[in-house]
């Protein structure tokens, strides 16, 4: 994925917009687990506005690029109805939106703008159109210094 430009000020966005935004986008064949939602706010930390970058404090660990931050967020998301989570049967829940998730994403785009919002849902479905362990090698052949206490590699 490539940066997205600032395209001049941008207004401050909470990072559960940015959890809420990515979910919006995450259509691929793969799961929105808790790591594909922590590499996507990862790329958003480090690809994104320079707005968001801020929303976001990683630091290397298990398997790779980790802000307790994004948990917090998604929790916040699930304590509000915005976001569901189906473990069913799997090691790890995947996440989804609710339709008062579908309808808050919808109003993002007053915020973050078309193109804002489209780039995040981008992150969204790239996250889930990798297998684990293709995105935790993309991850981390981009940012090796984030990949240095994983136990995946």
Not at 130 to 140: A, G, I, M, N, Q
């Amino acid at each position: 994925m490539r940066d997205v430009s600032a395209g001049g000020a941008t207004p401050e966005v909470s990072t559960e917009d940015l959890v809420l935004a990515i979910a919006a986008g995450a259509d691929g064949p793969y799961d929105l687990d808790p790591i594909r939602l922590m590499k996507a706010c990862f790329l958003v930390s480090q690809r994104g506005r320079p707005a968001w970058k801020v929303a976001f404090r990683f630091r290397p660990y298990d398997y790779g690029p980790f802000d307790r931050g994004v948990y917090a967020a998604r929790d916040a998301l699930l304590a509000h109805g915005l976001l569901q989570a189906d473990s069913n049967g799997r090691r790890y829940p995947s996440y989804s939106l609710t339709e008062a998730g579908r309808a808050r994403a919808a109003e993002l785009k007053d915020v973050l703008g078309d193109d804002g919002l489209s780039w995040l849902a981008r992150i969204g479905r790239y996250v889930t159109s990798k297998t684990f362990s293709r995105l935790l090698d993309e991850v981390y052949a981009a940012y090796p210094d984030f990949a240095v206490k994983s136990i995946a590699r």
